[in-house]
Each structure stands twice: as C-alpha cells, then as structure tokens.
T-cell receptor, first 113, second 108 residues
Framework: EADIYQTPRYLVIGTGKKITLECSQT?????MYWYQQDPGMELHLIHY???????EKGDLSSESTVSRIRTEHFPLTLESARPSHTSQYLC????????????FGDGTRLSIL | AQRVTQPEKLLSVFKGAPVELKCNYS??????LFWYVQYSRQRLQLLLR??SRESIKGFTADLNKGETSFHLKKPFAQEEDSAMYYC??????????FGTGTKLQVIP
C-alpha cells in the first residue's frame, strides 16, 4: 500500500550519539519535508527537498542534516545529539502539481538524555 | 515571506454550537491554502484545501483574498471534532508553512 513510513517511532538515547531518523515513501512523490513538533504544538519546517540531490533548509534553524539520494528516501541525521534536540520529528511528502496536499508519517519521538 | 496566523490556541464550544477557527495569511502572490487536522494519537491529515470548495466532515473554508483569511467553519460541532487544527500555506518554491494550531474542544 502506498504510504509514508518513519522509523523508529520512539528513540531514547544518550547525549553525544549520532542519530539517523528514517523516512521512506512509496507514493513516488518528488517533494519531501521534515518538521519538528512538540506534541500538540506548532510545526516548524526544518528541511525540505524538491527531488533527488536537492535539499533546502526550512524556517527553523536546525543542527540536523538531510540527504536525498533516492526519490523515496529522505533521512535526517544528528551528528551529536543534545537534550535540546528532544522533540517529535514529522516527515511528509507531496506530489507534483498545484494544490497537492502533504501526506504525513506517524512521526519519531526523540528523547535525548 | 509567507506566514500563517492562528490567533486562538484553544477554542471550547458546546456540542451543537457553531464553530469558527480563524486563519489569516500573508503572501504576496496567489497561495495554496490548506486545513489539516490531528486527532489524538493519529497522524496529521488533510481536512480541506481552498481549491476544492467542498465540505468535509461538515467543515467548510472560504478564501477571502481581501481580508487574507481562510477561516474554517462548521455549523454544528460534534464531540468527534475535538482535535488540533492547523492552517497551512504553500507559496513559491513549494515550501509549506503551518500556523501555530488551534485546539478545538467540544464540550458534551
């Protein structure tokens, strides 16, 4: 079934570790996005991509990095996790054309100790 | 720059009462506007987009370019409408920006 998948759903890890949050979609969408959201709060765009080998920073400055080597895959990496990175991270994808909605994953809830 | 403002963090209404969730935007061109909803423990999902001019779950939203608003309305609130509602705008470069969200609480 065409969908967008995020792994892991939950991650508790110590300070200083390198973390990669995975996001994959099987809808063939060109555009993909990462948002940071504390539960029930505002969504902050941190990265987005128009297609393979294209990435842009979003509205919220983030120490994370992203890559887009394949259309379906848009991982987010934190080289050295800190407690301030504790949050929920949402991945979304969007098809080509006007007025296309975003499709969101379940999110990864990250806790840095 | 594109921007969305949702002035109410929390809106409490009684079941059966009308609902209006406010959304104002700023964008110099012709934006694409959306309403998304997040029910408890569920994914964020599309509710409405301005181009479709349809009613979803009894909700409607009209784009008012003069007032740069895209308010979400429902004539009679139901308990199952309780959720977080986000207004979003997509302008140039396909970037999508969300408002701060409004929590709708429908009181039985």
């Amino acid at each position: 079934e065409a969908d967008i998948y995020q792994t892991p759903r939950y991650l508790v890890i110590g300070t200083g570790k390198k973390i990669t949050l995975e996001c994959s979609q099987t809808m063939g969408h060109d555009k993909m996005y990462w948002y940071q959201q504390d539960p029930g709060m505002e969504l902050h765009l941190i990265h987005y991509s128009y297609g393979v080998n294209s990435t842009e920073k979003g509205d919220l400055s983030s120490e994370s990095t992203v890559s887009r080597i394949r259309t379906e895959h848009f991982p987010l990496t934190l080289e050295s996790a800190r407690p301030s990175h504790t949050s929920q991270y949402l991945c979304a994808s969007r098809g080509t054309g006007l007025y296309q909605p975003q499709h969101f994953g379940d999110g990864t809830r990250l806790s840095i100790l | 720059a594109q921007r969305v403002t949702q002035p109410e963090k929390l809106l409490s209404v009684f079941k059966g009462a009308p609902v209006e969730l406010k959304c104002n935007y700023s964008y110099s061109g012709s934006p694409e506007l959306f309403w998304y909803v997040q029910y408890s423990r569920q994914r964020l999902q599309l509710l409405l987009r301005h181009i479709s001019r349809e009613s979803i779950k009894g909700f409607t939203a009209d784009l008012n370019k003069g007032e740069t608003s895209f308010h979400l309305k429902k004539p009679f609130a139901q308990e199952e409408d309780s959720a977080m509602y986000y207004c979003a705008i997509s302008g140039g470069y396909q970037k999508v920006t969300f408002g701060t969200g409004t929590k709708l609480q429908v009181i039985p």
